[in-house]
């Protein structure tokens, strides 16, 4: 089972990198459009409908939220040029703070969708629930786009630029460029294809594929989204099934 584990999560990790190098960090500024029209909405919402306490709330948090997309932005503006001068100094210590950073902001987001009904009148929390609900969905694309900056990152030290070109145009052509989380088990048998055929032909080059997989299993930190979890424990329990 750790084998299965280990090879699934190397999986998310290559289509992360796959949508990184195919979206040109579309993804990326369409991310940030959305949470920041949703913010604008949100705060329309409390000032026609918070109490005082709700309002006197959401100031502190909002305050908070400002501090932390600032840090955000500034470490992906880094990984973004980081990547255009093909340099990656103290890209681990930058994308551990990233990390931080946005689990701080992610936690700060499900306490807020969490605020209770007496924050609010004229109206019920059950709709602001829902506005920060979307809100986070787009901090689980930005949590993925800034992986799969790193992955390149640290590919620039490993790899050389005729092997990184290489990689680049495997992956592409071989690892879905997206999913749904409901085909999850089609999906996985898709993935497993790319996997086998990316493995053969890496490994006609200089072991090349082996070197990439020892890159991402022990210099890479990852932490799933929620939908990777959920596409992950489906894959797993496809396993299980197939087993019986």
Same mark, same amino acid.
């Not at 987001?109 to 986070?136: E, L, R, S």
């Given at each position: 089972?750790?084998?299965?584990?280990?090879?699934?999560?190397?999986?998310?990790?290559?289509?992360?990198?796959?949508?990184?190098?195919?979206?040109?960090?579309?993804?990326?500024?369409?991310?940030?459009?959305?949470?920041?029209?949703?913010?604008?909405?949100?705060?329309?919402?409390?000032?026609?409908?918070?109490?005082?306490?709700?309002?006197?709330?959401?100031?502190?948090?909002?305050?908070?939220?400002?501090?932390?997309?600032?840090?955000?932005?500034?470490?992906?503006?880094?990984?973004?040029?980081?990547?255009?001068?093909?340099?990656?100094?103290?890209?681990?210590?930058?994308?551990?703070?990233?990390?931080? @950073?946005?689990?701080? =902001?992610? +936690? %700060?987001?499900?306490? $807020?969708? /969490? *605020?209770?009904?007496?924050?609010?009148?004229?109206?019920?929390?059950?709709?602001?629930?829902?506005?920060?609900?979307?809100?986070?969905?787009?901090?689980?694309?930005?949590?993925?786009?800034?992986?799969?900056?790193?992955?390149?990152?640290?590919?620039?030290?490993?790899? @050389?630029?005729?092997? =990184?070109? +290489? %990689?680049?145009?495997? $992956?592409? /052509? *071989?690892?879905?460029?997206?999913?749904?989380?409901?085909?999850?088990?089609?999906?996985?048998?898709?993935?497993?294809?790319?996997?086998?055929?990316?493995?053969?032909?890496?490994?006609?080059?200089?072991?090349?594929?082996?070197?990439?997989?020892?890159?991402?299993?022990? @210099?890479?930190?990852?932490?799933?989204?929620?939908?990777?979890?959920?596409?992950?424990?489906?894959?797993?329990?496809?396993?299980?099934?197939?087993?019986?």
């Amino acid at each position: 089972m750790e084998t299965i584990n280990n090879s699934l999560e190397t999986l998310i990790k290559l289509r992360h990198l796959s949508e990184s190098l195919n979206s040109n960090w579309d993804s990326l500024n369409s991310a940030k459009l959305n949470v920041n029209q949703l913010l604008d909405e949100a705060n329309s919402i409390i000032k026609l409908f918070g109490t005082d306490i709700g309002k006197t709330r959401y100031q502190e948090d909002k305050n908070s939220i400002d501090l932390l997309k600032d840090k955000i932005e500034s470490q992906l503006s880094y990984f973004k040029n980081a990547i255009d001068s093909q340099t990656s100094d103290d890209s681990s210590v930058m994308y551990r703070e990233f990390l931080s @950073n946005a689990d701080s =902001i992610a +936690l %700060l987001f499900t306490n $807020i969708g /969490k *605020y209770p009904d007496d924050h609010f009148t004229g109206m019920n929390n059950v709709d602001w629930f829902g506005v920060w609900a979307v809100i986070q969905s787009n901090i689980y694309t930005i949590q993925g786009i800034a992986h799969s900056a790193f992955i390149q990152l640290q590919m620039f030290e490993k790899f @050389n630029k005729q092997e =990184i070109d +290489l %990689l680049s145009k495997e $992956i592409i /052509k *071989y690892i879905p460029k997206s999913y749904h989380i409901n085909d999850a088990i089609q999906y996985k048998q898709e993935y497993m294809t790319a996997l086998a055929q990316m493995e053969e032909e890496a490994n006609k080059k200089d072991n090349l594929w082996d070197r990439l997989l020892n890159l991402l299993a022990g @210099n890479v930190p990852f932490k799933q989204t929620p939908q990777e979890r959920v596409m992950m424990m489906r894959w797993l329990n496809g396993e299980k099934g197939e087993l019986k």
